[in-house]
């Protein structure tokens, strides 16, 4: 290179000197300086020539170690001893499919109860007076997603539940698409937008936490929202949202047995028989400013005669009319303050259902990780065919009852300095009173510790 650079100076001064000659004539000594100015320019373009030639050489060397860290990184080589090793016919690997991101998750949840059974609100009850537990979980999380670079995206969650008893359940299992901030869709099973927040809920022992046997027949029915909202064992969901600004707009289809809503199938004292499946519509909207948010919403089943009963001249009666309504409001001051934010949630849900009509309001707050609640009910039952109930029911023919609950729990955090392994302290206390039939000394208590933890 340098060899190149001296012959086009070379050839520079000589073109030079011709048109210089014509003008004036320089001297030996000036030539020769004006070539050593122009060989030093030279030679330094070439060193800088040179230094881009290494630096681009260093950067391939970097571009080279990190494609190895990212191909390490998706890659699981298995400990297997090399002699091991060599007999496989390929080096054992974990890879992924390179369409989108994978994460692995888990959630462990056990608790220990210590209830009360007298004044049963729920049935499944056994004979004795008080009942000490041990139940809960392990949750896998499986969570996949793929976004493009114009906001599209689409993904799946699957959430196989390990329970202590031995069984294998499953939480979530859904797919979804959409684009980011404005709309999307999701099918399967999941729960649509919670209309009846209840906060740090550690032990709340009244209804089902799903769309099934939330309503238990001759027991206390505390209705809030739930029974178009999903997660059922009997049907999925299809929902579609849209996000515009401040404002969120969602409709929730659940297509499902709905005689699954019934603990053992009976309704006001007769046995339920389906007919066809109900179709839930849950269409929510709701609005959020800062720390405030507020949301309103219905559902209802739109399919007529989907289950019910036959009477002594052997007509059918339809048991499927349920139409709820319901609205939230929730300040969350823990977005701005982590540490001294209030959190206070006010519900209330109103059930206008074949012979029933359900009324419920509840307020909760959270502050410095304590939460405290109150919920009421004021139920009335038009028509009760008098069945008596083999466990102890509340009430066995028409009429009108209201339910007390109070709710609280607490928070241990970090335990162990492990930020996600934190225990909970729970407990509850129910009453209910109403028509004669119903004592209002029938009451029903109960406490829970709470393990959990997130890996």
């Known amino acids: 290179m340098r060899k190149t ?15 210089s000659a014509k003008s004036s004539p320089l001297t030996v000594e000036q030539r020769l300086q004006i070539l050593e100015e122009r060989l030093a320019s030279a030679e330094n373009r070439a060193t800088a020539a040179e230094a881009q030639v290494q630096q681009l050489k260093a950067q391939q060397v970097t571009d080279r170690q990190e494609l190895q860290q990212v191909q390490q990184q998706v890659t699981v080589k298995n400990e297997t001893p090399k002699e091991e090793t060599k007999k496989n016919a390929s080096v054992p690997a974990l ?8 994460k692995v998750y ?6 220990m109860d210590a209830e009360s059974r007298k004044g049963s609100i729920i049935s499944n009850q056994d004979d004795s007076n008080e009942r000490w537990d041990l139940n809960g979980r392990i949750l896998l999380g499986f969570d996949g997603i793929r976004t493009l670079q114009n906001g599209y995206f689409a993904g799946f969650s699957a959430q196989p539940l390990a329970d202590m008893t031995g069984s294998m359940n499953l939480d979530d299992a859904v797919f979804f698409f959409g684009q980011q901030d404005d709309w999307k869709i999701k099918v399967g099973r999941f729960e649509a937008y919670d209309m009846f927040p209840l906060n740090q809920d550690t032990f709340i022992e009244h209804s089902g936490n799903t769309a099934n046997d939330l309503y238990d027949d001759g027991h206390g029915y505390i209705y809030m929202m739930k029974e178009g909202r999903g997660r059922s064992d009997d049907g999925g969901n299809f929902l579609m949202s849209k996000q515009l600004g401040n404002w969120y707009f969602e409709l ?12 053992d199938g009976d309704y006001h004292g007769r046995s339920m028989e389906q007919q066809k499946n109900v179709a839930y519509l849950r269409p929510v909207v709701s609005w959020t400013e800062g720390a405030f948010s507020v949301a309103a919403a219905m559902e209802s089943n739109v399919v007529n005669n989907a289950y019910g009963y036959y009477d002594a001249n052997g007509h059918f009666v339809d048991q499927s009319d349920r139409t709820g309504y319901g609205m939230t409001m929730t300040w969350n001051g823990l977005q701005n303050d982590p540490e001294n934010g209030v959190v206070v949630n006010l519900n209330t849900a109103y059930l206008d259902a074949t012979d029933e009509k359900d009324f419920t309001a509840g307020v909760n707050a959270l502050w410095h990780r304590f939460e405290l609640g109150y919920i009421y009910a004021h139920n009335k039952v038009d028509d009760y065919a008098g069945v008596t109930c083999d466990d102890d029911c509340w009430f ?13 729990s607490y928070q241990i955090p970090n335990v162990m300095d492990m930020q996600n392994f934190n225990i909970y302290l729970g407990a509850y206390w129910s009453q209910i009173s109403g028509d004669s039939s119903i004592s209002s000394d029938d009451n029903r208590y109960g406490g829970r510790v709470r393990f959990k933890y997130y890996f």
């Open 95 to 102: 890879s992924l499919s390179g369409y989108g991101d994978l």
């Open 106 to 111: 888990g959630d462990v949840e056990f608790n």
């Open 252 to 263: 929730n289809t659940l297509l499902e047995d709905g005689t699954s809503l019934y603990n």
């Open 396 to 408: 066995g023919d028409a009429g009108t009852y209201d339910i007390h609950t109070v709710h609280a």
């Open 5 to 19: 650079t001296l012959a086009m100076a070379v050839g520079l001064l000589i073109a030079s000197h011709s048109v």
